[in-house]
């Protein structure tokens, strides 16, 4: 579902809504959302940049096992950064909210396929789902995307 909302310096984003997922997040007009086939993850980016090189919001929701913790979660998200990119190294983890919930955010840089890249990812855990959004942006175009990924984080919502 897409709805029009205001975000600072009132810039007109546009609203994504899963259901499935149990998120919703806003995106600047001048970006897309593309959602994967179970309706558990989109991918936001700006329209016009370069595929190869463009920055990357992803929000994603999924199951996590019972008795699972977000303190265990702060082992498992490097673990997993470290399967998924190259030379990833994590620079700082702290705490955060996402959509109102106690969360953590980290930190980091790595390499994707033969791209610097520099990032970070927020998650928390709700209803027996872990929820994510993750920004990456090739390293020399990280300052430029870096106000409007923080502002994307601050739109996420739970439905």
């Known amino acids: ?10 810039e ?8 499935a997922a149990g998120f919703g997040i806003a995106y600047p007009k001048t970006w897309t959302a593309t959602e994967n086939p179970g309706r558990t993850a989109v991918v ?6 370069n595929p190869a090189t463009r920055a990357n919001v992803i929000a ?5 096992s019972p008795g699972v913790r977000l303190d265990d979660y702060d082992r498992i998200m490097p673990k ?17 909210t996402l959509g109102g919930a106690a969360a953590r955010m980290l930190l980091f840089e790595a ?3 033969k791209m610097p890249i520099v990032g970070f ?3 928390t855990l709700r209803n027996g ?9 090739k390293r020399d175009k990280y300052d430029g995307y870096r106000q409007v990924s923080g502002n994307i984080l601050g739109t996420f919502r739970f439905l």
């Not at 897409?2 to 310096?9: C, D, I």
């Not at 936001?44 to 940049?49: G, M, N, P, V, Y």
């Open 1 to 10: 579902m897409l709805v029009m909302v205001t975000v600072a310096r009132a």
């Open 12 to 19: 007109t984003y546009l609203g994504y809504e899963s259901q």
């Open 44 to 49: 936001l980016f700006e329209k016009t940049s």
């Open 60 to 64: 994603s929701s999924g199951p996590t």
């Open 80 to 96: 997993l950064f470290d399967l998924m990119f190259e030379n990833y190294k994590q620079h700082l983890k702290q705490p955060t």
């Open 111 to 113: 390499i994707q396929g």
């Open 121 to 123: 990812i927020a998650y």
């Open 129 to 137: 789902k872990v929820f994510t959004v993750m920004f990456f942006s």
